[in-house]
């Protein structure tokens, strides 16, 4: 799929590609997919909310967040796809071949790239879903709390995408960004989800 | 403020008024100004080769330095431009033996293009009507794709406010922009 193809799919389609096969749409692509759901949210409250002096200004971030996160769908796609193709003929020739594991490491450690963009756009939403369930229109607060809810479960699965394609190197500091992006997203989300906190 | 900021905050009519002059510094501002303009809509408006938009480049501003005496509204200066460059465009085409549509009937994405042009280079130009601050913000935002925490940390800014500094910015554009878009109309009347 092309960064044009996921704006351009019936959404039906889309789900239906996401269930096809082990290929692109996988969890990185949907991770995305819902941070720019996420964001579109916020930008629905801030334009409902014209006694918002920053209403305009925040829709367009809300707005290009969306955009850079279905780019990275398209991006994590292509990428996954690559890392798997590498995985399997790894898998289907047996260990002891330096150079092919060398490369398949490569691709795993590039797979990891776009869920870290995407944790932290995750977490760009998150905080612009707090801003819009502060000071947007009232009426719309729980969709302010539901799009902070959706880019925090975008962040937990890129944050868990990053991990896993980094495999053992737990002191990488791209996992330490990821969490850190994860842990801020929850942080705004839980705040507008339970507001007591 | 340098001299190149001053030429740079001087507006078209200005400028072309200095470059008529035989301001040197005025001139190095014009292509600065338009270089980016003539070439954008040379390969994104027209497809062109970078080869060929480079000769459109040269040709283009040749004939600005050639012929601004005979610009009349030196307001118009970007229009103008934008015609020289659209013509010039058209004559290599022709000279690739390319079916050549008139000049109005450029198919839908290329004109769809062009137009996309002229609006990046309205917002280009507004910018530089912004403080220092508001620029580097909405930069690193909107073009360099940074995240708030990496603007935050790169600008010593408090974390929690870039996303309502960069919508203040915003506002302030559109502020630039209206008043951009008045001061055309006005000119044109």
């Known amino acids: 799929l092309t960064n044009d193809d996921y704006l351009d799919l019936r959404l039906r389609e889309l789900l239906e590609r996401v269930s096809a096969d082990g290929l692109a749409p996988g969890g990185g692509s949907a991770a995305a997919l819902t941070v720019a759901f996420a964001a579109r949210l916020v930008a629905m409250v801030a334009r409902c909310s014209p006694g918002w002096r920053d209403a305009v200004g925040v829709t367009a971030q809300a707005n290009s967040i969306s955009e850079r996160a279905v780019a990275l769908a398209h991006t994590d796609g292509r990428v996954w796809e690559e890392a798997l193709t590498a995985l399997r003929d790894a898998e289907t020739a047996g260990g002891g071949d330096a150079r092919r594991d060398f490369a398949l490491e490569q691709k795993l450690e590039a797979a990891a790239a776009a869920p870290l963009e995407i944790a932290s756009l995750g977490a760009d939403a998150a905080e612009l879903a707090a801003l819009a369930g502060e000071h947007g229109d009232g009426t719309y607060r729980a969709d302010a709390a539901a799009a902070a809810a959706l880019a925090a479960g975008g962040a937990a699965a890129a944050a868990h995408l990053v991990r896993v394609n980094l495999g053992m190197r737990t002191t990488d500091p791209r996992l330490a960004r990821a969490l850190e992006s994860e842990q801020a997203a929850h942080g705004f989300a839980d705040a507008l989800l339970d507001p007591s906190r | ?189």
């Open chain 2, 1 to 189: 403020m340098t001299e190149a900021t001053r030429y740079a905050a001087l507006p078209d009519s200005d400028l072309v008024r200095r470059c008529r002059e035989g301001d040197a510094e005025a001139w190095n501002e014009l292509v600065e100004r338009y270089s980016r303009y003539v070439y954008a809509i040379a390969v994104r408006g027209f497809r062109l080769s970078e080869e060929d938009a480079e000769d459109v480049f040269q040709d283009v501003f040749t004939r600005i330095y050639t012929r601004l005496d005979t610009l009349r509204d030196a307001s118009a200066l970007r229009p103008w431009i934008a015609q020289l460059t659209r013509r010039r465009c058209l004559d290599v085409l022709a000279s690739k033996g390319r079916e050549l549509p008139a000049d109005e009937m450029l198919t839908t994405e290329e004109g769809a293009d062009l137009a996309e042009v002229e609006e990046a280079f309205t917002v280009r130009q507004a910018l530089g009507g912004l403080s220092d601050a508001c620029q580097e913000i909405l930069d690193r935002f909107f073009a360099r794709d940074q995240s708030y925490k990496t603007i935050s940390a790169e600008l010593d800014i408090p974390s929690g406010t870039i996303a309502s500094r960069i919508a203040r910015c915003l506002g302030r554009l559109r502020s630039e922009l209206e008043g951009r878009n008045q001061r055309e109309s006005g000119s044109r009347e």
